[in-house]
């Protein structure tokens, strides 16, 4: 069965900061991996996936994600973060192969000081 | 791009009483769509998998006959929260994924969610 493990619950950082949150998957084969958002009373908005080629990906809001296959891991980073940025974000694992089904970690809560 | 409308995205009951809450995807026809549950400080749970004309498929734990889901036509899944308690209060969102010609690998498209509180 495949699982996502987001190690840190809560971080908090200074607006103007980098930001690196982390994602560890375990499954069997190369999954699908995906970063959410969720901003306070909002729905989930998909960041970025990965399904193949290139192992550093780009998505919205000036955030990338980088697949590193011998670390099993799927981490998000941002160069600079801004004020609005934060909220929780999930890591999301879906298995493929016409599955339907994601997987997603517990998630991390970003706080971001002025 | 595809869209998931999901509504109320508030409500509040009396116990006892029963809510239901719509998710339609708007510009997409959907065969399948999945209810999720949200508990604090917890990730999301899938709840059921709701099938165009067909019965429901939940997960293990969950109450069938509690979390009625109704998935009548391509573009509406319904949940209906029967005989409400306090403890069902919770945050609940529903998905599909994408139409023809988006793959069946495409990210699902989620809902905004509804969030019930049970008094």
């Known amino acids: 069965a495949q699982s996502v493990t987001q190690p840190d619950i809560h971080i908090t950082v200074s607006e103007g900061a980098s930001l690196e949150l982390r994602c560890n998957y375990s499954?069997?084969?190369?999954?699908?991996l995906f970063w959410y958002v969720q901003s306070p009373g909002q729905g989930l908005q998909l960041l970025l996936k990965?399904?193949?080629?290139?192992?550093l990906v780009q998505g919205i809001k000036g955030f990338e994600a980088e697949f590193k296959r011998s670390q099993s891991s799927f981490n998000l980073r941002k160069p600079s973060v801004h004020w609005s940025d934060a909220a929780e974000y999930f890591c999301?694992?879906?298995?493929?192969?016409?599955?339907?089904?994601?997987?997603f970690g517990k998630g991390t809560k970003l706080s971001v000081i002025p | 791009g595809a869209v998931v409308s999901q509504h109320p995205s508030w409500v509040i009951c009396k116990s006892g009483t029963s809510v239901k809450i719509e998710c339609r995807s708007l510009?997409?026809?959907?065969?399948?769509m999945f209810w999720y549950r949200q508990f604090p400080k917890q990730s999301l749970m899938l709840m059921a998998t709701?099938?165009?004309?067909?019965?429901?498929?939940?997960e293990q734990g969950v109450e069938k006959d509690k979390f009625l889901i109704n998935h009548a036509s391509l573009t509406l899944s319904t949940l209906t929260v029967t005989s409400a308690h306090p403890e069902d209060s919770s945050f609940y969102i529903c998905?599909?994924?994408?139409?023809?010609?988006?793959?069946?690998?495409?990210?699902?498209?989620f809902g905004n969610g509804t969030r019930l509180t049970v008094t």
């Open positions: 510009d997409f026809q959907a065969t399948t």
């Open positions: 999301a694992v879906n298995s493929g192969a016409g599955s339907y089904q994601l997987t």
């Open positions: 499954y069997g084969a190369t999954p699908y």
């Open positions: 990965y399904f193949s080629g290139d192992t």
């Open positions: 709701s099938n165009e004309g067909s019965k429901a498929t939940y």
């Open positions: 998905s599909a994924r994408g139409g023809a010609g988006q793959g069946h690998n495409s990210p699902l498209h």
